[in-house]
């Protein structure tokens, strides 16, 4: 994307972060981040903002199988919600399971006794007809017991609390991935009012110690349009940068009953 700036205040230093950091916990409405890395204690900010019922946004990168660098901290379990749902073909079928399954008690059993009666009284090929018949129920019966164990009643969802999108570093080594660019770029929107722009990361040593480089915008037509490149980006709109399925990281972290 390309937009111009109409006006803009620099900010250079080691202290360039801290006017970003203020405005940022003073938001009231909206905050997005784009940083490829972040903190544990940024994190936490985000997660206390949006408790605070300020809509957040996120886009970062996975690193070494963690979001961004949170300093051995793991967030997914707060940022990702489980949701499960009865389904009610599971349950017909569970049900169904149920009542072959007690038909096949019955039959087997009679099978049995029908059985000794032909091993006492009868020829050998009536003796093994029922024994081919006593196996195959035997069979189905412990088939239909598994399909019923392996059934579950629930269907399972995932969902983050909020707009979250992690693209995946090239370089990671632990997960699959084929992105072929890292996102390095910065930007902070706060209350769709303020932008800010620059080299600083989401972190504490970035906000807060390292010669960092920020420029700061109220200017609405730039704004405009680093929010149309936000929402490019959370509509999957490269089909070079992989990024974390949801779906199935939610299904690392938490159980999926059966029952």
């Known amino acids: 994307m390309q937009a111009a700036i109409k006006e803009a ?11 970003l950091l203020e405005d940022i916990s003073a938001a009231r409405q909206e905050v ?31 690193c070494h199988n963690m979001i961004g660098n949170l300093e051995g901290d793991d967030f997914r379990a707060e940022l990702i919600k489980q949701y499960k749902r009865k389904d009610p073909e599971a349950e017909h079928k569970k049900e169904s399971l149920k009542g072959l399954i007690t038909f096949l008690y019955v039959a087997l059993f009679s099978f049995i006794l029908t059985g000794i009666y032909t091993y006492l009284y009868y020829y050998a090929y009536a003796q093994v007809c029922m024994l081919v018949l006593v196996l195959l129920t035997l069979f189905v019966l412990c088939t ?16 983050t609390i909020f707009p979250l999108k ?40 970035s906000l ?10 109220e200017d609405r037509e730039a704004i405009q349009d680093l ?23 939610g299904k690392m972290i938490y159980d999926e009953p059966l029952k």
């Open 144 to 159: 239909a017991a598994s399909e019923l164990r392996n059934t579950s009643l629930y269907r399972y969802s995932y969902k």
């Open 9 to 19: 205040t620099i900010h250079m230093g080691t202290t360039a972060g801290k006017q």
């Open 227 to 249: 929010l149309s490149e936000v929402k490019r980006l959370c509509n999957n709109a490269s089909d070079d940068m992989d990024f974390v399925d949801i779906e199935e990281w």
């Open 208 to 217: 807060s110690s390292n010669y960092e480089s920020i420029i700061r915008t």
């Open 166 to 205: 992690i693209f995946i570093d090239p370089g990671n080594q632990k997960v699959k991935n084929s992105s072929k660019h890292f996102i390095h770029a910065k930007a902070f929107i706060i209350d769709q009012s303020i932008a800010y722009l620059g080299s600083a990361d989401f972190t504490c040593s």
């Open 32 to 62: 997005i981040v784009l940083s490829p890395f972040l903190n544990a204690e940024q994190m936490r900010l985000l997660l206390k903002l949006h408790q605070e019922n300020v809509r957040i946004t996120l886009i970062t990168t996975l």
